[in-house]
């Protein structure tokens, strides 16, 4: 188990100061935001590339996921989704994961990650909508098979797929399954009314990385600091330690305009403090 940290909380900073911070903390990866001012694949040719490269280099971190969740460039925190009715709103969401793709495998990115499909229109039964969502995967996971990169579906509130049961169905039934995964977001799974470690054993042969992030009571979406919400993050990280887990476990919360350095601090001391050693040299 490596622990990394998403550049989302700097969404308001340069990308060089998120990775700086970051790995000065002693994180051995970052999850970069596929959105402006970060990593908008529009945005990164080949000057900018070599850029990207160079400070990850000098910082000695990795990269743990290109999250496109959310992309504020071309719409808003739940569009364009992948179940949209107008169909050139659905093609930009396709358009703009490709992209995130052929971005990832320059970068040397295994993961990219994506949202639970939508919120499904009025004028759709989930039925429908899960069909829909299915059909669209289709048309992506071609390219990410030729890649090499993993395309990782994730758990979201009042989104189609919400819980670990959903999206278990939901990746086994795309074939060929080695394409597609499971980004394990904890917050969202326990805003659905799960036990983290229970959804865990659900669905971690298709995990292919774990967002982490406190939260108040149950069904109240919020993403806290580690240690001020209700879930019991040392009983979920010493699973995931048990069960043999070895990839990334990304701290990703809401982002902070105006100490975002302070937070990835508290992260750090929190995790050294209950026992998880980061493998980066804190500066």
């Not at 093609?91 to 990115?109: F, N, Q, S, W």
């Not at 797929?161 to 980004?183: D, Y």
Request: hydrophobic content about 40%; overall charge negative; charged content about 20%.
């Amino acid at each position: 188990m490596k622990f990394a940290y998403s550049s989302a909380m700097f969404r308001l900073r340069p990308l060089p100061e998120a990775i700086a911070t970051i790995a000065q903390n002693g994180f051995s990866a970052v999850e970069l935001l596929a959105d402006r001012p970060h990593a908008f694949p529009e945005d990164i040719k080949g000057a900018e590339v070599n850029v990207l490269n160079g400070s990850l280099r000098d910082n000695k971190i990795s990269v743990a996921n290109l999250n496109s969740s959310v992309a504020l460039t071309i719409g808003d925190a739940q569009h364009p989704s992948w179940i949209e009715e107008d169909w050139m709103e659905r093609e930009k969401r396709i358009r703009y994961t490709l992209d995130c793709l052929r971005l990832g495998a320059v970068l040397g990115i295994g993961t990219v990650s994506t949202n639970g499909g939508g919120v499904i229109p009025a004028s759709m039964h989930q039925g429908e909508a899960w069909r829909l969502l299915a059909a669209n995967m289709h048309r992506t996971l071609p390219l990410a098979e030729r890649l090499g990169v993993k395309l990782l579906l994730q758990p979201e509130p009042d989104m189609l797929l919400q819980t670990s049961h959903q999206l278990l169905k939901f990746v086994e039934e795309l074939k060929p399954s080695h394409t597609v995964g499971i980004n394990f977001n904890v917050v969202h799974l326990y805003c659905a009314g799960e036990d983290p470690v229970e959804a865990w054993d659900r669905v971690k042969a298709h995990v292919g990385h774990v967002e982490l992030s406190d939260a108040p009571a149950a069904g109240n979406h919020r993403h806290l600091p580690l240690g001020e919400g209700e879930i019991d993050i040392p009983r979920f990280l010493a699973h995931l330690d048990t069960s043999g887990y070895d990839g990334y476990v990304t701290i990703a919360m809401e982002v902070q305009e105006h100490d975002p350095a302070g937070m990835v601090a508290a992260s750090a001391a929190y995790l050294r403090n209950h026992g998880f050693g980061l493998e980066g040299a804190a500066g």
